[in-house]
């Protein structure tokens, strides 16, 4: 049984670019989160998605990003206009349901690094 | 708005000794809390949970505290291990699970 996997494991964009991160849950998992971590913080809550739906997109910034789960395929999170700023770690985890959080796993996570 | 917070940035213990991560937090509505082990260039692998509704859960060599009137979890680990340096994180989930809020991390350091 995969873990939870998440490709590419490093992207590099120059400014203006967009970045597409992929996200694939475990087996028989249905609900997909998807973190940030800056450098030198903790793992910040983006957004939080069940098969072609938004649950829970409070983290989200305003702009440049939106993310899916469609009914075939993995999640993706998408970054239009890349700045610097959003150079980070990405991190997608995935569960079985919400209430059993304690069952979530995390992905290696995507390096993004803005040039 | 900080509602996870995990005052020390590191910890450093000496192998056998016990190890004491601490993790203070603000909002009542947590009903569950969490343990993350993170190594560099990996996601964070899940360790230890508690209920609010519990106290203590031991697991093997790792026990987790909670203090709700405090609102303060600790996380021990006896006896250390080389092999435990890494970061640590703590989260809470809001009642109704989905998101984790986490800590800023503790990176602890188990000298030989």
């Known amino acids: 049984n995969a873990g939870v996997m998440q490709n590419p494991r490093h992207l590099v964009r120059r400014r203006g670019q967009e970045a597409r991160l992929r996200c694939s849950p475990m087996?028989?998992?249905?609900?997909v989160y998807w973190y940030r971590q800056l450098p030198e913080e903790g793992l910040k809550f983006m957004v939080y998605?069940?098969?072609?739906?938004?649950?829970?997109e409070s983290g989200m910034p305003k702009e440049r990003f939106s993310a899916e789960f469609p009914k075939e395929g993995p999640s993706i999170l998408r970054i239009q206009q890349v700045v610097r700023g959003d150079s980070a770690a990405y991190f997608c985890?995935?569960?079985?349901?919400?209430?059993?959080?304690?069952?979530?796993?995390f992905g290696q996570g995507t390096r993004l690094t803005v040039v | 708005d900080q509602q996870v917070k995990q005052n020390s940035p590191s910890l450093s213990v000496q192998e056998g000794r016990i190890s004491i991560l601490n993790c203070d937090y603000t909002?009542?509505?947590?009903?569950?809390f969490l343990w993350y082990k993170k190594y560099p260039a990996e996601g964070p692998t899940f360790l230890i949970s508690?209920?609010?509704?519990?106290d203590k859960n031991e697991d093997g060599r790792f026990t987790v505290f909670l203090n709700k009137s405090a609102k303060h979890l600790s996380l021990h680990i006896v006896p250390s291990q080389p092999g435990d340096s890494a970061v640590y994180f703590c989260?809470?989930?809001?009642?109704?699970?989905?998101?984790?809020?986490f800590g800023q991390g503790t990176e602890l350091s188990v000298k030989p």
């Open positions: 989260a809470a989930s809001p009642t109704g699970g989905g998101k984790l809020i």
């Open positions: 998605l069940q098969k072609e739906n938004i649950i829970d």
């Open positions: 909002n009542s509505m947590f009903d569950y």
């Open positions: 508690i209920s609010s509704i519990k």
């Open positions: 087996k028989g998992h249905s609900h």
């Open positions: 985890a995935s569960s079985p349901r919400p209430d059993r959080i304690y069952e979530a796993f």
